[in-house]
């Protein structure tokens, strides 16, 4: 079949105008801001190319949840085409908070070339099976892998940063404990020489019965163990020198915390409450149940102290109490009397301190602070629908 000379003369243009309608199609035009696509289900945050570098850097921020796929493979380069038609390459260095939380995705291939996961990156992903963390991975944020209930985490042999022993995710030189993903034992033997348990590090998990502490122990980060629903006991060592908060908040079943006083300065324990040593600072009540008396030389409650606890059905506050900590009684649903004494403090700014506890909740108070307006205002609004009656 002949062609014409004016098709002929037309071909290379044709060839062109393929050519673009190619690159458009595999690179996206950049948004307005510059910085921000979505390629294939992914949206990342784009860095440009630094000095005479030709290939910028990217970051995970987000998935489109409507995506409908099992597993995902997160590419090491993307390459994008710019607004002067110029294709554009980026080395995927990050995921980025929240990238993958609440997601159906049962496996993500993460790429050689990434350094950072940042917290909370698969919060909650329940139908997540496994990852395995490259070589490349310098940083994991608090909380990545929290409420992933059927995740088995592995971590490439050549990591310098960290490694996974028994399905526990360590720093390492194994003074760091990370993270316990669902096939940890549920009676877990923490190895001697870890320092620190990392914030996060058990939030959500659902497995856990009992955990024994090394004597090496220095610190407890912030929710450690929150919600461990099948924690029945835990035991801190006499090397504990920091807790960061109440870690056992939601532990539902919690029933004894101990301390080893033998050298500890820092920390005392009596009748489910963790207490500072000098016992001014109650920490924790999550192991408390029945009628509960706040120690007489407690001056402070901390943030969270009894939240969750839904076995406490009354709490006598001490003489010489003088804050409590936001949420401190929040979601204990079981608690349905509440009694002040002699309690010389205002509320000021703390909120939900009885928020979501017994409908019928009832507040003891002195009638010294029935007459204190700042005393009752803020009682009231912490009290929600709860009744407040007069002693003498």
């Not at 996206?28 to 860095?47: K, M, Q, T």
């Not at 291939?109 to 990852?131: D, M, Q, T, W």
């Not at 807790?243 to 532990?251: E, T, V």
Request: glycine share 8%.
């Amino acid at each position: 079949m002949k062609i014409s000379g004016f098709i002929k003369r037309m071909l290379p243009l044709l060839g062109c105008i393929f050519l673009m309608f190619a690159v458009s199609a595999a690179s996206p035009v950049l948004a307005e801001s510059g910085n921000r696509v979505e390629l294939d289900g992914l949206v990342y945050l784009l860095e440009k190319p630094q000095g005479g570098d030709d290939c910028g850097t990217a970051v995970v921020v987000d998935h489109n949840s409507e995506w409908e796929t099992p597993s995902v493979e997160i590419p090491e380069e993307i390459e994008i085409r710019g607004r002067k038609g110029k294709v554009l390459r980026y080395r995927i260095t990050g995921i980025a908070d929240g990238a993958f939380a609440m997601c159906s995705f049962e496996t993500i291939r993460l790429p050689e070339g990434l350094v950072s996961i940042s917290g909370a990156c698969f919060y909650h992903s329940s139908c997540l099976k496994e990852l395995i963390i490259p070589a490349s991975v310098e940083n994991i944020g608090a909380g990545a892998f929290s409420y992933c209930p059927v995740l088995s985490l592995k971590v490439n042999n050549k990591n310098p940063f960290f490694t996974v022993r028994s399905h526990v995710l360590y720093s390492k030189d194994m003074t760091v404990l990370m993270y316990a993903d669902a096939y940890a034992r549920k009676r877990l033997v923490i190895p001697e020489g870890v320092k620190e348990i990392a914030p996060y590090a058990f939030e959500g998990n659902s497995t856990l019965i009992r955990v024994v502490m090394p004597k090496t122990l220095k610190k407890i980060g912030m929710r450690a163990f929150f919600d461990c629903r099948a924690l029945e006991r835990a035991d801190i060592p006499a090397s504990v020198e920091e807790i960061d908060g109440n870690p056992f908040a939601y532990c539902a079943v919690l029933s004894k915390i101990t301390v080893n006083r033998s050298n500890n300065n820092y920390y005392a324990a009596s009748n489910g409450l963790l207490l500072s040593a000098d016992k001014r600072h109650l920490i924790s009540a999550s192991a408390a149940a029945g009628s509960v008396s706040i120690p007489a030389k407690v001056y402070y409650i901390d943030d969270l102290a009894a939240t969750g606890n839904t076995r406490i059905t009354h709490v006598t506050f001490s003489k010489r109490l003088k804050s409590i900590g936001e949420a401190a009684f929040y979601d204990c649903t079981g608690l349905e009397s509440i009694f002040f004494s002699k309690c010389g403090f205002t509320f000021k700014s703390v909120k939900k301190v009885f928020g979501n506890c017994a409908y019928h909740l009832e507040a003891s108070v002195p009638y010294k602070y029935f007459n204190d307006p700042e005393f009752m205002k803020g009682l009231k609004k912490n009290l929600g629908a709860g009744a407040i009656t007069v002693t003498r």
